[in-house]
């Protein structure tokens, strides 16, 4: 249970509604997706923006679009991107050549 206190004025979270319980005035449920506030004490009363029990306070969205996968190719990137994740040149290092039997 999370209170926010705002002056005099205390708002309580109840997380998920729950036709059991009794909720006092001032209290948050989250409902198919939205967030109701109790105007008074209430139970039992299903949230909607009614005005006597509840009101909303933040509605579901709607479903966005489904976005890509995530996934990117080097050459998808632009130059400036490909530079980006270009790092500072290392070391020559050495270099291993096996003899080989004739």
Same mark, same amino acid.
């Given at each position: @249970? /999370?209170? =926010?206190r705002i ?8 997380? =998920?509604? %729950? %036709? ?5 005035? /001032? ?11 109790? &105007?008074?004490?209430?139970? /039992?009363? =299903?949230? #909607? ?6 009101? &909303? @306070?933040? #509605?579901?969205? %709607?479903?966005? +679009?489904?976005? /890509?996968?995530?996934?990117? #190719?080097?050459?998808? &990137? ?9 790092? +500072?040149?290392?070391? %020559? ?6 003899? @080989?039997? +004739?």
């Amino acid at each position: @249970m /999370n209170k =926010i206190r705002i002056g005099k004025v205390a708002i309580t979270h109840e997380g =998920i509604y %729950d %036709d059991k319980k009794t909720y006092e005035v /001032n209290t948050c449920v989250s409902y198919n997706g939205s967030t109701y506030i109790s &105007l008074k004490q209430v139970k /039992n009363v =299903i949230p #909607s923006n009614d005005g006597v029990y509840w009101r &909303l @306070m933040a #509605s579901k969205g %709607d479903k966005g +679009e489904k976005g /890509n996968d995530g996934s990117v #190719s080097f050459n998808s &990137l632009t130059e400036s991107q490909k530079k980006q994740l270009k790092g +500072e040149k290392g070391n %020559d290092g050495y270099y291993f050549i096996p003899e @080989m039997d +004739e």
